[in-house]
């Protein structure tokens, strides 16, 4: 990979995960959630536990693509992208 488009990649992930916990911390403590979208991508600032990684990665009645569940961006949900290649 060019480094100018690593750069360019880095420097957009680290600006979308600043952007969203700058937007959690400006709301009231009890608004909180953890969890929202940045710029229409979407972010999970809570710790995980095994039923949201089941729910998210492993639903195949689910999305193709899920947020996630750390941090920001998209991930691929297995069992409904296997489905949707399938047809």
């Known amino acids: 990979m060019k480094p100018w488009l690593r750069r360019t990649i880095i420097f957009s992930g ?3 995960l600043l952007g969203a ?11 909180r959630v953890g969890e ?7 972010y999970s600032l809570r710790l995980p536990n ?3 990684l089941r729910q998210r990665y492993w ?4 999305s193709p693509v899920a947020p996630p569940l750390l941090g920001v961006g998209f991930y691929p949900n ?3 992208l296997l489905r949707k290649l399938q047809k």
């Open 14 to 16: 680290i600006s979308l």
């Open 21 to 31: 916990i700058f937007k959690e911390f400006s709301q009231p403590r009890g608004l």
């Open 36 to 42: 929202g979208k940045v710029l229409g991508v979407p």
């Open 50 to 52: 095994g039923s949201d």
């Open 59 to 62: 639903n195949a009645d689910g």
């Open 78 to 80: 297995i069992p409904a």
